[in-house]
């Protein structure tokens, strides 16, 4: 256009349009989407793990299992960026093993711990304040022959623990449900769990799950890389093998209760030659399906270890792509099993019906070798931990709504050169 409106050829030549007269228009400017990953330095140890928030605070709690530490960190309430922590040590002594934090639904306010070398589970109210103490309200003791309490969830009228560690006793592996109505608060109440369960399972269990449509709980085992099926009205229980032939040991797992994503999803975390992308559901009807990334530097040796729901409606998921409406997850690459898979957030959308992936977006973490372990979404953002790097990273979006970061001038063209002119 500013060619055109030049009377003169030889003005032309001197302001260079020659080129741009000739020549087809420069290759199109690109709406540029940003991400915001900030990572949050933790006290150190050399095992950071688990982390909840503590729901209607502005309150998230996070394990350190190789020093036995709880910290406590205050997040901002208008943005949900971490601004202060304060830590305290949970157990006997610093073998404890503090691993596992879950909100209690039935006991509002207070959170779930569990010590796996105390082989306890205690319920804990986590102090009002970032540098009150948490004060224990219940001990749950893991009886005999269980061992080793890992990840803890409470499900309805259940918490529930997958025990990590070889019993003592028989040398098996079992996962462990306890009823919890009518819980003693005073503290110092301890017990073995009114109405317990040791349910024997393979090596070893780990994450712990509710079928929304059929009421089964579903329990990851990752060595020997099975899903173990409960069902709690009868006792019985079941093994899904993994298929080797699609990837190997299942740890994370979740559950959505509604939307095209229904029932239960998990992660394969692969092995010491790597991950294989894999992932999967398993709906009302018990079947597994399976999936698997594509993208060739980052998805096909991806080690899955944990998921978040990433779906835009509802509660439990990210709001944080607004451009985008699709059912999706967030998936979580780790290195901790080997260096060959990246540390990595990826966000899978899939068809509206849930059946198939219809997008990969690959988030490579600041820090590889991180070992990153667990992601939660949490309002507009996406929080992981790294378990290596006693760091908790804090993904945020910008500039995802079309249109409205690149200035219109610069998309059309004609005005900045007009001024240059
Ligand atoms: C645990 O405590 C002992 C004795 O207080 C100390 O020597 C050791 O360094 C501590 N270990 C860790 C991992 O904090
Ligand atoms: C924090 O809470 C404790 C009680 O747990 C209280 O004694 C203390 O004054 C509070 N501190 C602040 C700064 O509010
Ligand atoms: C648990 O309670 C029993 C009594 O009911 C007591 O003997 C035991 O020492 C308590 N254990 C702990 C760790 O407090
Ligand atoms: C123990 O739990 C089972 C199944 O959850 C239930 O049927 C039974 O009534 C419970 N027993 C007691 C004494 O609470
Ligand atoms: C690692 O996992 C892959 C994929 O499941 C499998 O083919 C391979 O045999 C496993 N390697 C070892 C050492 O277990
Ligand atoms: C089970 O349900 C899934 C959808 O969740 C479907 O794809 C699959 O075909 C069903 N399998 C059987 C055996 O009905
Ligand atoms: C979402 O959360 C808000 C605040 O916690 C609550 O008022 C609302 O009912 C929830 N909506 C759904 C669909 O669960």
């Keep these: 256009m500013l ?9 032309a030549l001197a302001l260079g349009c020659i080129a741009s007269a000739t020549t087809p228009a420069p290759v199109s400017s690109n709406r540029l989407i940003s991400r915001q990953l900030t990572e949050y330095l933790m006290p150190f140890a050399t095992a950071t793990h688990e982390f909840a928030r503590v729901p209607h605070t502005n309150f998230l709690l996070l394990t350190q299992m190789s020093n036995s530490e709880l910290v406590k960190i205050e997040l901002d309430p208008a943005t ?63 009886p005999k022959p269980g061992n080793g309490p890992h990840c803890v969830f409470e499900i309805g009228d259940r918490v529930w623990a997958g025990l990590k560690e070889a019993s003592e006793q028989t040398g098996g592996y079992y996962v462990f449900a306890a009823d919890i109505n009518n819980l003693n ?37 990752d060595t020997d890389s099975s899903i173990m099926r409960i069902n709690t009205a009868t006792g019985e229980t079941t093994q899904l093998p993994i298929p080797p032939s699609i990837g190997t040991n299942a740890v994370g797992m979740i559950s959505i209760a509604s939307g095209p994503l229904r029932g239960i999803w998990f992660t394969l975390a692969g092995n ?18 399976f999936f698997s990334l594509q993208d060739e530097s980052l998805g096909l040796n991806a080690g899955l270890l944990h998921l ?7 509660n439990a998921s990210s709001r944080a792509s607004v451009a985008d409406e699709s059912p999706a997850l967030w998936l979580l690459s780790t290195s901790l099993l080997s260096t060959d898979s990246p540390d990595a957030l990826i966000r899978v959308t899939f068809d509206d ?24 979404t949490l309002g507009d953002s996406v929080f992981v931990s790294e378990l290596n790097t006693f760091t908790l990273a804090q993904l945020k979006y910008r500039n995802t709504v079309p249109g409205r970061w690149l200035p219109a001038e610069i998309a059309g063209g004609e005005n900045v050169y007009a001024v240059a002119g």
Aim: aromatic share 6%; with cysteine.
């Design 185 to 221: 608060l005073t503290p110092g109440s301890n017990t073995t769990g009114t109405n317990h369960t040791l349910y024997p399972s393979l090596n070893s269990p780990v994450f712990i799950a509710e079928d929304p449509t059929t009421g089964l709980i579903y329990v990851t085992q």
């Design 80 to 142: 949900d960026e971490p601004i202060a922590y304060h830590s305290f040590p949970m157990g006997k002594n610093n073998k404890s093993m503090l691993h596992g934090v879950w909100p209690s639904t039935k006991y509002p306010g207070l959170m779930w711990l569990s010590l796996q070398g105390d082989n306890k589970l205690l319920l804990v109210d986590p102090g009002q304040n970032l540098s009150s103490a948490p004060s224990i309200k219940h001990t749950i003791d893991i």
């Design 353 to 376: 019906a849930g059946s198939a992936i219809a997008g990969e977006e690959y988030i490579s973490m600041q820090t590889q070798n991180a070992m990153v372990h667990r992601v939660l």
């Design 272 to 289: 010491g030659t790597g991950g294989t992308g894999a992932f999967g559901h398993i709906g009302g009807n018990g079947t597994m399906r």
């Design 308 to 314: 978040a729901d990433a779906s835009p409606a509802g």
């Design 3 to 11: 060619c055109h409106a030049l009377k003169s050829l030889v003005a």
